[in-house]
């Protein structure tokens, strides 16, 4: 059973856990043309909500996390996942924001769901793929401190392991909350 505590509070945002009233809000982003590079969505709301009352059972057992992006004032902005736990490892993707989002959006839900995934459930190492066609968000992830790993035709497979997370690039420790602002040193 999950015991986590959430939301994951950041400098401007928090991730709070997916609910089935956010069905109809995750189908507009995934609708969306931003959704181009996500697997794509099939069905309309009912379907979302359909899927949501599945991975709430994979939540409940703590197999994975699906969060809404929202400000501290819970004005949504996005949504991003955690999943595919391994022994060492965690995947994250589903990541989507809208696009009147605040600039910093990305990076804090980036922030926040890393020092999950590293500092709450204790993983050595994150991984996940960008679509190569997806250019802003693989030069994103490699400001980051992310490395390719691998490639295919669509994809480039990341990994960042947690000491890069806590080696991050300076442009970004301003967007750490003051809990996690250790990190800056290296902590």
Not at 15 to 20: A, D, I, Q, S, T
Not at 74 to 92: H, L, P, V
């Amino acid at each position: 059973m999950n015991t986590y505590t959430f939301p994951l509070i950041g400098k401007h945002i928090s991730l709070r856990l997916v609910c089935l009233s956010d069905a109809g809000f995750i189908y507009s982003l995934r609708s969306d043309k931003k959704a181009q590079f996500l697997t794509q969505t099939t069905g309309g709301i009912s379907s979302q909500e359909q899927w949501i009352a599945e991975y709430k059972k994979r939540e409940a057992l703590g197999k994975e996390f699906y969060f809404i992006i929202q400000s501290l004032e819970e004005q949504s902005f996005g949504a991003i996942r955690i999943y595919d736990f391994k022994e060492d490892s965690f995947c994250w993707g589903s990541w989507i924001i809208k696009d009147d989002a605040p600039s910093y959006t990305a990076i804090e839900s980036a922030l926040c769901l890393y020092a999950f995934g590293f500092y709450t459930l204790g993983f050595a190492n994150a991984r996940f793929d960008v679509r190569k066609a997806n250019t802003q968000v693989v030069a994103f992830h490699k400001r980051f401190g992310a490395t390719i790993i691998a490639q295919d035709a669509l994809n480039f497979y990341f990994s960042l392991s947690k000491e890069d997370f806590k080696a991050i690039p300076k442009a970004f420790v301003a967007f750490l909350p003051p809990h996690l602002s250790n990190l800056s040193k290296g902590e």
